[in-house]
């Protein structure tokens, strides 16, 4: 199994890079964890909006939201959801909040 | 000239039996160019370091690397045992005729092998010759299951049998997409998509090798949560909800989606998928059912709203268990047929695999949802408006639905009426070319996978679609129309891949949005080309 260090911890993770022991996530990993995803600079508030909810919703059901379903109910469109995870709400947005990888065919 | 590679060659520890190397793949034309010197990115090699990786550089299977030469030898000796089953009535009753017809009577013509896209887009690289993995087994087969094999190998072609060509055979029966072109022109009838499968079978059923993303993402997954998306029942009902409200803003009115409505007409069963990542495809479809007057429901029991059966592509136990769930689900609804939505090898599993373990009550009709929107389309209840298609549409064929089913005109006549710029493309139908996504390559894309898939498996469709749209300037957004979930994927990251939306403004979506986009009375649009609506 991979891992990683992140501000001074290590973390297990898969093959690409989805953390893999869902209980460990905390705020320093998301912080740490930003720049590979090709985020400048910290994280700001709305990036912290995305990631709460995805965390509120994987709590939920298991299970990372629909793409569009972010976007609705937080307001916000497609376009600022990729300025805010330039590499995607499923990979970079998904892997900060701790979420594991998404499967199936999606 | 090159020299080539033979299959016993399979058997020759190396660190890579093949090389893909800059300009060996077959070039793409401008504005592509620029990709014409790119080859999967290199396997890290501390991440890959307890993995077998020696077939071609990249990995879908990813088996550990055995510790000794006993662990080695003993999972020699269990690939010959799973590969007697093979040919054995009780343990493989289902494939054992197909099987033994493709091993005895290969010619060895070679008209396979130039039907194949991933050996011509390879550039020709002889490991990815539909012949060449089932010349190995065949070979294999011949030596040690076969009366006088020993002697019989000598002078029909030898090979030594070891660990390296085991786990190469297993990641080279991950090079097909079990698209079965081969098949489908072979002058004799020997399927070599079927040999690349009961490959894979072997090493699942025997060995408990296969890629993660198919067996315990996948099918595991999918027997424990209900979906290989992961999604419970919860789950489901929660992002149906949330589409039915998107889709009544685009009605501008009620859409009803019926859940668990026994003895309906219809039980219509997504790829869980298309609820996560294509919504309006599941929408479309409860748009227009309504539309239509249907009888129809949608199952919340587990497995029930996800007609995905991966154990179709590596695991007759697997896709056994998940088909019977499927069926026994409807046979409790009392619905009169189940309509399997736009997903090709979800298609294939119920219909045709399923149908001989599904006896009795549980043999409950079955029909491709092609077929049901055709009978919508042109039933004369409902009004179309063509001209809101009003923007170039190819088609792409699903190998499942169309070469193994041979269902090929349903999807056309619908197109026919209701897309104006509709055209084909070359060649199509019953000899179309896989997205490069079958199988189970749309979904795995563990460490370089999804390279080796873009720039190799994928590359004939991509020509294909660059080239049903050539006449078409380069601004004008084009639809490439793929009935399957598992297509959408691959063709959703080629254009990713290759910026395809931006060079040549390709678009891709199902075939029941078109209909929905062309319906009348709607008043706003259900396609879009990015944020852009196709019609006002």
Known sequence: MPQIELAGKIYEVDEDGFLQELDKWNEEFAEAYASAEEIEGKLTEEHWRVINYLRDYFQQFGIAPMIRKICKDLKIDMKKLYELFPTGPAKGACKLAGLSKPTGCV | ?536
Not at chain 2, 93 to 98: C, D, P, R, S
Not at chain 2, 206 to 217: D, I, M, Q, V
Not at chain 2, 441 to 458: E, Q
Request: charged letters at 25%; aromatic letters at 8%; glycine letters at 8%.
């Open chain 2, 1 to 536: 000239m090159k020299s080539l590679l033979k299959p016993a060659d399979i058997s020759v520890p190396s660190d890579s039996l093949c090389r893909i190397e800059p300009g060996d793949l077959v070039p793409l034309p401008a504005p592509y160019d620029d990709f014409n010197s790119r080859v999967p990115a290199p396997l890290k090699a501390d991440r890959v370091k307890n993995l077998e990786t020696s077939l071609d550089d990249t990995v879908a299977v990813c088996i550990p690397r055995p510790q000794t030469k006993e662990e080695e030898d003993a999972l020699v000796l269990k690939f010959l045992s799973g590969l007697k089953k093979l040919f054995e009535k009780e343990n493989n009753w289902t494939f054992l005729q197909q099987l033994t017809l493709s091993m005895e009577h290969c010619a060895r013509c070679q008209t396979c092998s130039s039907a194949c896209p991933v050996f011509e887009m390879s550039g020709g690289k002889d490991i990815y010759r539909p012949i060449f993995r089932s010349e190995v087994l065949r070979r294999i087969y011949r030596k040690y299951l076969k009366p006088g094999g020993k002697w019989l190998s000598k002078v029909q072609g030898d090979i030594d049998l070891n660990w390296t060509a085991i786990a190469r055979l297993a990641e080279l029966s991950y090079r097909c997409s079990l698209c079965r072109r081969c098949a489908a022109v072979c002058p004799i009838g020997v399927d070599n998509g079927l040999i690349a499968h009961e490959i894979r079978k072997l090493f699942s059923q025997e060995l408990g090798f296969a890629p993660k993303e198919l067996h315990e993402k996948g099918t595991v997954l999918h027997l424990r949560s209900g979906s290989s998306t992961g999604m419970n029942p919860p789950a489901a009902k929660d992002s149906v909800e949330f589409i039915q409200e998107e889709m009544e803003e685009i009605a501008g009115g009620p859409v009803a989606i019926p859940w668990d409505v026994e003895g309906a007409d219809i039980l219509l069963i997504h790829n869980a998928g298309e609820i996560l990542a294509w919504p309006e495809n599941v929408g479309a479809f409860a748009i227009l059912f309504q539309a239509a007057g249907l009888s129809w429901t949608l199952s919340s029991e587990a497995a029930g709203y996800d007609a995905v059966n991966y154990g179709l592509w590596y695991d007759d136990v697997q896709l056994a268990r998940v088909a019977l769930r499927h069926a026994d689900i409807a046979r409790r609804l009392k619905v009169k047929k189940i309509v399997l939505g736009e997903c090709g090898h979800a298609h294939k599993a119920l219909t045709v695999v399923a149908d001989r373990i599904l006896t009795g009550d549980l043999n409950i009709p079955r029909e491709s949802a092609l077929v049901t929107l055709e009978k919508i389309v042109t039933g004369g209840k409902l009004k179309f408006n063509p001209e809101k298609n009003n923007f170039p549409v190819t088609l792409h064929d699903p190998c499942n639905v169309v070469r193994s089913m041979g269902i090929v005109e349903p999807q056309r006549r619908i197109l026919r009426k209701i897309a104006p710029r509709f055209r084909e493309m070359t060649p199509h139908g019953v000899e179309n070319y896989c997205c490069g996504g079958g199988s189970g390559f749309a979904i795995m894309s563990g460490y370089n996978f999804a390279d080796w898939r873009n720039l190799v498996s994928s590359r004939k469709k991509f020509v294909q679609i660059l080239n049903a749209f050539e006449n078409e300037p380069q601004d004008v957004p084009k639809y490439v129309c793929a009935p399957c979930s598992n297509c959408k994927g691959a063709i959703r990251d080629m254009i990713h891949f290759y910026d395809a939306e931006a060079r040549s403004g390709l678009y891709y979506g199902g075939l029941v949005e078109l209909i929905v986009n062309a319906l009348e009375g709607m008043p706003k649009p259900i396609i879009r080309f990015g944020e852009k609506p196709s019609w006002e």
